[in-house]
């Protein structure tokens, strides 16, 4: 039967009362005494000297409080990157200045170059366009090969060009060069990944209040990690001490890596409200979220698969144009390298792997993280090269797959990570039988007899979530620690606060965490409260992004417990007069092995705050514990995606009609957040392989800067989902035995899509090798015409 609590248990998720029911509270909710407010005055042009700045007209009009500039900010720290890389050759990255407001030129549509605060937000608007600006319009650089061309425009003048970093990554290039020069069958294929605009229901909002007495800053943002926000606002920008500095993220609407960052528009109004010493808040509208947002992926890749004569893989090499638009947003250097290189080994016992990505400077929005980050991007290379060889090799592409798997563990690849456990073919057979393989051909006569054409795509996906050890990755540049923490409260009566470091802007921590434990405990989950979000409430920790809730932070949630847990039995066996070692936690009870002698939860927990029936220098009163976790290594959750789709021949019009997702996540706290993370995922990445394309002219300005130009998915675009969690390998190195389920959907759909429209085409006679995403009407027509 079903648990109905605890671990394994698919309870409803809490938090969702309040959002339900309009109960959330989210930043822009938040609305403090003699507030003020923001508005941005921000570059309409991608490329540009400020020749000419007068405010004086705009300072004079009704309401206006003050104009700030870029002279505001000389001799203060502009935004830093979190990640150094090193390239090739040895060489740091370059790494222009990223001022809060522009200084003397403007480098992307949407760069803040004033910022007007105002009484009312229509006073600041108002004002704002009594600003007396000209800009001496210069050269954009938008296309990522064209940056890289001699004599090509410099996004900064004070950059050789527009070069970011050229890193190599893998095995030795002579056993790469061999691989390919013995190689019975090289497949290669040109492809683009294309740049995706997240756009989370919440934009992104910032309120900033002083208070002059104690020379404190309070920063009420939408963020996923605000310990982070805290450290690099205080420290690099603003110079203001971590304890002089709280920062706090409420209820957000959801986030898919957009809101990992440190953006001006923070730094600004926290600065503003220390200048003006009132209040300052910032909304975002949605064409400001899709000009000022870190944008997603991006890439261009050329990836060559080398193969021997029975079909084994030998070799990997790719080539990578990775875009980071203006300027270095705040983890986008590490994406495109170690996030993404280190992944190029998929699911299959390659010897031989090489990876080169050169990182570009344009005239664009800076590129960071977007669900998945870097793991997608791999994914889409490497199970579009195998679907392609297999093709060109005539072969089945699951027998392929297959014929390649990784089939015993720990695993070393030749990208420097360690594969602990895995079932590559469990997922496989359960992704069959979901699809139902045997079954399909009918369903594509079915389909035929209709006027349409049906294909069949599949593909694999291996991800590194919970990115660690801190030791590692600080080698590999990492400028932050990438442990977690939580402390454990229990107070008197035998409920318990955890405070966490982990934040929960979607992903059922208030349900699951307590799952956890209460399941250790023995005790009911509604004595458990979640905290997380303040950072003068919670434990350093380094926030939620690449799945590592409840693998990092969830184990330290667990080591606190175990504390708790050792501390309270000490307190139980003085209470029974018993030996400490005797003493056995179940179900809310400590007992005496062998007797029947118990004392409860709430007993213990009273005793703890009420010590009069133990010595106080043996037990010191209260109970509350806090443990740091910093994993041994990443975890990898991986799985077997199938789609089935139907094209209309008349149109290119392409219709999901199946699709199936078996993953492994390891051990499965609640199985019905797990399968939401899924459903999320797999909407986001059919949502990349079939609609969606922020694209930019060749002067820079964005086309596609509103849902006008944008097409999101909706739900008339996806399936409803097979998805299956059973085939589990438990990680070997975390207490939980947990993976990460967040961004796997984001992972595994893009190329399952892809593959199921060209099977289409090639079934049906049209020899097409690949179609870039969005796999549009117009791009399928087109193929379809040769």
């Known amino acids: 039967m079903p648990k109905d609590h605890g671990i394994g248990a698919a309870q409803k998720r809490r938090e969702d009362v309040r959002f339900l029911t309009g109960a959330g509270k989210y930043t822009d909710d938040i609305n403090v005494y003699g507030q003020t407010y923001c508005h941005f005055l921000r570059s309409d042009v991608a490329h540009g000297k400020i020749t000419s700045l007068d405010t004086s007209a705009a300072e004079a009009m009704p309401g206006v409080v003050r104009i700030f500039t870029g002279k505001d900010f000389e001799g203060i720290g502009g935004l830093p990157c979190g990640w150094q890389v090193t390239d090739k050759n040895g060489d740091p990255m370059k790494e222009p200045p990223h001022p809060v407001l522009a200084q003397g030129k403007v480098r992307h549509v949407g760069d803040p170059i004033c910022a007007v605060i105002a009484e009312t937000l229509d006073q600041a608007r108002d004002a704002a366009e009594a600003i007396e600006l000209e800009i001496e319009e210069l050269p954009a650089v938008v296309d990522m090969r064209a940056a890289l061309e001699s004599g090509s425009a410099k996004v900064h003048d004070d950059l050789a060009d527009n070069l970011c970093y050229d890193w190599q990554f893998g095995s030795d290039q002579a056993a790469v060069d061999a691989a390919f020069a013995e190689a019975a069958h090289v497949t290669t294929l040109e492809l683009v990944n294309n740049r995706l605009v997240a756009n989370p229901m919440e934009p992104r909002v910032a309120v900033a209040e002083y208070a002059r007495a104690n020379d404190e800053s309070t920063l009420y943002t939408t963020s996923q990690n605000p310990h982070v926000i805290r450290l690099l606002m205080g420290a690099f920008v603003l110079g203001i001490p971590e304890h002089k500095l709280r920062v706090v993220a409420p209820d957000v609407g959801g986030g898919f890596g957009t809101k990992i960052f440190h953006y001006a528009e923070e730094a600004f109004v926290t600065f503003a409200a220390r200048q003006i010493n009132r209040p300052v808040k910032w909304t975002a509208t949605r064409s400001e979220a899709f000009m000022s947002d870190a944008h997603g992926r991006d890439h261009v890749t050329k990836i060559e698969l080398a193969l021997d004569a029975e079909n084994n893989f030998t070799g990997i090499r790719t080539d990578t144009l990775a875009n980071m638009g203006a300027y270095l947003s705040t983890f986008a250097s590490s994406v495109p390298t170690w996030l993404h290189g280190t992944l190029m080994a998929g699911n299959y016992k ?114 590194a979530c919970g990115i660690a050890p801190s030791n590692l990755v600080g080698q590999l540049g990492a400028r932050a620690g990438l442990y977690d923490a939580a402390t454990v409260r229990v107070n008197a009566t035998g409920s318990i606060s955890v405070m966490v470091g982990a934040h929960s802007h979607g992903q059922g921590h208030e349900t699951a965490f307590p799952q956890v434990v209460a399941d250790m405990l023995g005790i009911d989950e509604s004595m458990i409260d979640i905290v997380h979000g303040d950072t003068s409430k919670i434990p350093f920790g380094m926030g939620t992004y690449g799945s590592r809730s409840l693998a990092v932070c969830g184990s330290a949630m667990v ?5 708790i847990i050792n501390k309270a039995k000490k307190i139980a066996a003085h209470l029974m007069e018993a030996s400490e070692g005797d003493i056995e936690l179940k179900d809310g009870m400590f007992t005496v092995a062998g007797t029947d002698k118990s ?14 029936n133990y010595p106080l ?5 209260g ?3 806090t443990a740091f976790y910093d994993p041994a290594n990443f975890t990898y959750p991986a799985g077997a995606y199938a789609c089935e789709v139907e094209v209309d021949p ?9 699709f199936a997702a078996a993953d492994d996540f390891g051990n499965v706290v609640n199985p019905m957040i797990v399968e939401g993370q899924v459903h999320g995922g797999l909407a986001q990445g059919i949502g990349q392989a079939l609609l969606e394309n922020c694209v930019y002219d060749a002067d820079g300005q964005l086309l596609s800067a509103s849902y ?12 409803f989902y097979m998805v299956d969690h059973s085939c589990a390998t438990p990680c070997t190195h975390n207490p939980l035995g947990v993976k990460g389920c967040g961004e796997a959907g984001a992972i595994g759909s893009p190329p399952a899509v892809v593959n199921a429209v060209l099977d289409a085409l090639n079934h049906a006679g049209h020899d097409v090798a690949h179609i870039d995403m969005p796999v549009s009407p117009h791009r399928v027509w087109k193929a379809m015409q040769g």
Not at 385 to 401: C, F, M, N, S, Y
């Open 559 to 563: 080591r606190a417990t175990e504390k």
């Open 599 to 612: 004392v409860a939860w709430g007993d213990v927990t009273l005793a703890a705050y009420v010590p009069h």
């Open 708 to 719: 006008m130009d944008y097409a999101m998915p909706r739900a008339g675009d996806v399936p």
């Open 650 to 658: 008349e149109t290119g019009k392409v219709t999901i009609e199946r």
């Open 350 to 463: 390659t010897p031989a792997i090489q990876v080169n990505v050169k990182a570009v400077f344009t005239n664009t929005v800076p590129v960071d993280a977007y669900r998945g980050a870097g793991r997608p991007e791999a994914t889409f290379q490497l199970e579009r090269l195998v679907d392609k060889a297999a093709r060109e090799l005539g072969v089945d592409p699951i027998k392929l797959r297959r014929q390649n798997f990784i089939d015993s563990f720990p695993y070393a690849t030749p990208v420097a990570v360690e594969y602990d456990t895995g079932n590559y073919v469990a997922t496989m057979d359960k992704m069959e039988e979901m699809i139902d393989i045997p079954g399909f051909a009918a369903r594509r006569a079915e389909s035929e007899a209709k006027g349409k054409l049906r294909g069949l795509g599949v593909n694999c996906y291996i991800e």
């Open 623 to 625: 109970l509350e514990e």
């Open 617 to 621: 220098t043996e037990i010191e009163p």
